[in-house]
């Protein structure tokens, strides 16, 4: 069975302090790995997709990395606009030309000023 | 991307009762999805539903309670019928274009039941 373990389940960063949030994954046959951000109230919204291990992507302060069995979404330097929570998703192939994503639980992100 | 939208935002029913979602996307697109977020929980899929086909439904989850339309390729509708508190949750609409692009959500209605 598919399982994505997102940790750690909060985090409480200072302004400034940079850190990493894990997802570890088992899924047969990954075609990809996603990363969203959610506000409250807010639906998910697309960050970034990895294909291969030891891609990299980069969007202002954020940097997403992927291994095999893992993937990290570090972040440089946070500000409070940085608070969110995070999920983490892997998507595989379900047949007749679909593909399926399963989420982690997320990481709640809290940044202090 | 598309812009999804939601309506109602948040609804608050009765115990049996049932309430039809609906999602409007600003664009055509050929995949739509339902999922349901409950708290503390991940984001699970109730079902696909591709225009021109029916429902594809995700174990745990039948068409008798959670009927789906997709009358065309912008708009589509979740119903939750009979519904009890284990209900209560938040159901959020999502599109995709092609396998090779990501999936994009609406912001969801959130729903409880008394």
């Known amino acids: 069975e598919d399982q994505v373990t997102q940790s750690p389940e909060a985090l409480r960063l200072q302004e400034g302090e940079s850190s990493s949030l894990n997802c570890s994954y088992t899924v047969s046959g990954l075609r990809g790995l996603f990363w969203y951000r959610q506000d409250p109230g807010k639906g998910p919204e697309f960050l970034f997709t990895l294909y291969s291990a030891g891609e990299e992507k980069e969007k202002e302060r954020l940097k997403a990395t992927l291994t095999k069995k893992e993937s990290f979404l570090h972040i440089t330097a946070p500000k409070p606009e940085d608070s969110a929570t995070y999920l983490c998703?892997?998507?595989?192939?379900?047949?007749?030309?679909?593909?399926?994503?399963?989420f982690g639980k997320g990481t709640k992100l809290s940044v202090i000023p | 991307s598309a812009v999804i939208s939601q309506k109602p935002s948040r609804d608050i029913c009765q115990r049996g009762t049932s309430l039809t979602i609906q999602c409007q996307v600003d664009?055509?697109?050929?995949?739509m999805f339902w999922y349901r977020q409950q708290p503390g929980q991940s984001l699970t899929l109730i079902a696909t539903a591709n225009q021109g086909s029916e429902a594809t439904y995700e174990s745990g989850f039948v068409i008798d309670k959670f009927p789906i339309s997709r009358p065309n390729l912008t708009f589509s509708t979740l119903t939750v019928s009979n519904m009890s508190p284990e209900d209560s949750s938040i159901y959020l609409c999502?599109?995709?274009?092609?396998?090779?692009?990501?999936?994009?959500f609406g912001d969801g209605t959130r729903l409880s039941i008394l």
């Open positions: 999502s599109t995709r274009q092609d396998p090779n692009q990501p999936q994009h």
């Open positions: 664009s055509q697109v050929t995949m």
């Open positions: 998703a892997v998507q595989k192939y379900s047949g007749a030309g679909s593909y399926q994503l399963t």
